[in-house]
């Protein structure tokens, strides 16, 4: 481990791997709050920032701003475009491949901000589908959907958030192709009954046909066919059955769940290696119901300032008492389907959809608020950097663990 020394002041460097919205945050409130004692580097592998939150609008045809990401963090930040291809947490050693070549960075602490990605599809033919959890894959997604014909057969594949807003996206650019979702559960179902109903007339007025109830078994040239004997014709296939996280975590030799997100004790820090923490969807932390905290924005922002709070406190020796736990309470989901119709969901603190929902004007007006006004929040926290607050369990936060394995 490195611990360097500028003029009385000692430095822990820090290596943040992804800006992507929890790395980003991590970096600018790390920055800002920890007054010259910590020398923050971000690695990511492109330049500019990637909106998750609109790759199914990227996917169909629409423009999506990329900001830049140098901008972004600020001078009091270091970026370095490349990809982190190993990562040795004992050794404070990452292996960074990028436009100049290889190179190695060297840290005291890192955090793991890498995001994730389309599940690898587990079904024969699965390869043959499309996805839109990542840049790559919405771009490839793009260009399928432009040069589909008149009277075409797309399938969305997952009744979920990301698979809501895909299939409703798709519809409303094109009108001219046959539409369908294809679900195991209820179309809408996490919804309250009022919400999914107002999800379901909306996929309808854009002319998508829902099958729910069952689930693919395979993906065949022109067809999907379903565990109950059905077919349904898709000359485009868009997996969104869920996200799993990028390798690096688990390359790394760190404690993984198994959809490859690393294993965090309640303060954020890897249970196999409490000098690497894991914010965001790279993370998988216990919350108070006892699952895995939802992946979503929710949860990438307070987790990445969640990460900059224990290291600065770290670096500042304010830390009495050991590495504080992240508390934090969900509030609602806002779901697009295409841009005419949107459901505002709240939740309790657990994410379980409440009785109350906002759709018409006001829910499609705060989606469209949502979707960009989350790029502004990292530049936000880089001019003050405790201006992002979030609110609580309303439990005890649950005590940090002592690590399990070396
Ligand atoms: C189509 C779509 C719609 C969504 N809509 C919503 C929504 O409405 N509300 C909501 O809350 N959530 C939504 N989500 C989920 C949300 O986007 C994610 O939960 C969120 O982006 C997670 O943030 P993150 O910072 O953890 O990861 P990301 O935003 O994925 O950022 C991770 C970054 O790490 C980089 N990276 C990965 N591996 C490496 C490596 N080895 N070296 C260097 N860099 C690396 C990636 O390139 C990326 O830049 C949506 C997701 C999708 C795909």
Same mark, same amino acid.
């Given at each position: 481990?490195?611990?360097?020394?500028?003029?009385?002041?000692?430095?822990?460097?820090?290596?943040?791997?992804?800006?992507?919205?929890?790395?980003?945050?991590?970096?600018?409130?790390?920055?800002?709050?920890?007054?010259?004692?910590?020398?923050?580097?971000?690695?990511?592998?492109?330049?500019?920032?990637?909106?998750?939150?609109?790759?199914?609008?990227?996917?169909?045809?629409?423009?999506?701003?990329?900001?830049?990401?140098?901008?972004?963090?600020?001078?009091?930040?270091?970026?370095?475009?490349?990809?982190?291809?190993?990562?040795?947490?004992?050794?404070?050693?990452?292996?960074?491949?990028?436009?100049?070549?290889?190179?190695?960075?060297?840290?005291?602490?890192?955090?793991?901000?890498?995001?994730?990605?389309?599940?690898?599809?587990?079904?024969?033919?699965?390869?043959?589908?499309?996805?839109?959890?990542?840049?790559?894959?919405?771009?490839?997604?793009?260009?399928?959907?432009?040069?589909?014909?008149?009277?075409?057969?797309?399938?969305?594949?997952?009744?979920?958030?990301?698979?809501?807003?895909?299939?409703?996206?798709?519809?409303?650019?094109?009108?001219?192709?046959?539409?369908?979702?294809?679900?195991?559960?209820?179309?809408?179902?996490?919804?309250?009954?009022?919400? +999914? &109903?107002?999800?379901?007339?909306?996929?309808? $007025? /854009?002319? =998508?046909?829902?099958? !729910?109830? *069952? #689930?693919?078994? @395979?993906?065949?040239?022109?067809?999907?066919?379903?565990?109950?004997?059905?077919?349904?014709?898709?000359?485009?296939?868009?997996?969104?059955?869920?996200? +799993? &996280?990028?390798?690096?975590?688990?390359?790394? $030799? /760190?404690? =993984?769940?198994?959809? !490859?997100? *690393? #294993?965090?004790? @309640?303060?954020?820090?890897?249970?196999?290696?409490?000098?690497?923490?894991?914010?965001?969807?790279?993370?998988?932390?216990?919350?108070?119901?006892?699952?895995?905290?939802?992946?979503?924005?929710?949860?990438?922002?307070?987790?990445?300032?969640?990460?900059?709070?224990?290291?600065?406190?770290?670096?500042?020796?304010?830390?009495?008492?050991?590495?504080?736990?992240?508390?934090?309470?969900?509030?609602?989901?806002?779901?697009?389907?295409?841009?005419?119709?949107?459901?505002?969901?709240?939740?309790?603190?657990?994410?379980?959809?409440?009785?109350?929902?906002?759709?018409?004007?006001?829910?499609?007006?705060?989606?469209?608020?949502?979707?960009?006004?989350?790029?502004?929040?990292?530049?936000?926290?880089?001019?003050?950097?405790?201006?992002?607050?979030?609110?609580?369990?309303?439990?005890?936060?649950?005590?940090?663990?002592?690590?399990?394995?070396?």
């Amino acid at each position: 481990m490195s611990t360097h020394t500028t003029h009385s002041t000692p430095t822990t460097h820090v290596l943040i791997v992804g800006a992507g919205f929890a790395g980003g945050m991590a970096a600018v409130r790390l920055a800002g709050h920890s007054r010259g004692r910590v020398a923050v580097t971000v690695v990511n592998p492109r330049p500019t920032f990637v909106n998750r939150l609109r790759l199914h609008q990227l996917a169909a045809g629409q423009q999506v701003p990329a900001p830049s990401i140098r901008r972004m963090l600020g001078p009091d930040v270091t970026f370095v475009e490349g990809y982190v291809t190993s990562l040795d947490p004992d050794g404070g050693r990452a292996t960074v491949h990028g436009p100049d070549g290889v190179r190695q960075l060297l840290f005291d602490r890192a955090v793991l901000a890498t995001g994730s990605t389309t599940e690898p599809v587990p079904v024969p033919g699965g390869e043959h589908t499309h996805g839109v959890a990542d840049l790559a894959a919405a771009e490839r997604l793009r260009h399928a959907v432009a040069s589909l014909p008149a009277g075409a057969d797309v399938a969305v594949v997952g009744g979920g958030f990301t698979g809501l807003e895909t299939v409703g996206e798709l519809a409303a650019t094109r009108p001219d192709v046959k539409t369908r979702l294809v679900t195991s559960g209820e179309v809408g179902g996490w919804f309250n009954p009022r919400a +999914a &109903a107002h999800v379901r007339t909306s996929l309808e $007025g /854009l002319g =998508v046909e829902s099958v !729910g109830g *069952a #689930r693919v078994r @395979a993906v065949e040239p022109g067809l999907l066919l379903l565990d109950d004997g059905a077919e349904v014709p898709s000359d485009l296939t868009v997996w969104c059955g869920g996200f +799993a &996280a990028p390798p690096l975590a688990r390359e790394s $030799g /760190l404690a =993984v769940d198994p959809d !490859g997100a *690393a #294993r965090t004790d @309640a303060a954020l820090q890897s249970v196999s290696h409490p000098q690497i923490m894991a914010v965001g969807d790279a993370g998988h932390t216990v919350a108070p119901h006892g699952g895995r905290y939802s992946m979503s924005c929710q949860l990438a922002f307070p987790s990445g300032a969640h990460a900059a709070d224990v290291l600065s406190a770290e670096a500042r020796g304010t830390a009495d008492g050991g590495p504080a736990p992240l508390d934090l309470g969900f509030q609602g989901r806002c779901v697009s389907i295409g841009s005419h119709a949107a459901v505002l969901q709240l939740t309790d603190r657990d994410d379980v959809a409440g009785d109350r929902a906002l759709t018409g004007r006001t829910a499609v007006a705060l989606k469209k608020f949502q979707v960009r006004g989350v790029v502004a929040a990292i530049g936000i926290a880089r001019r003050a950097p405790g201006a992002i607050r979030w609110p609580g369990s309303g439990r005890a936060p649950s005590p940090v663990q002592a690590p399990v394995a070396g």
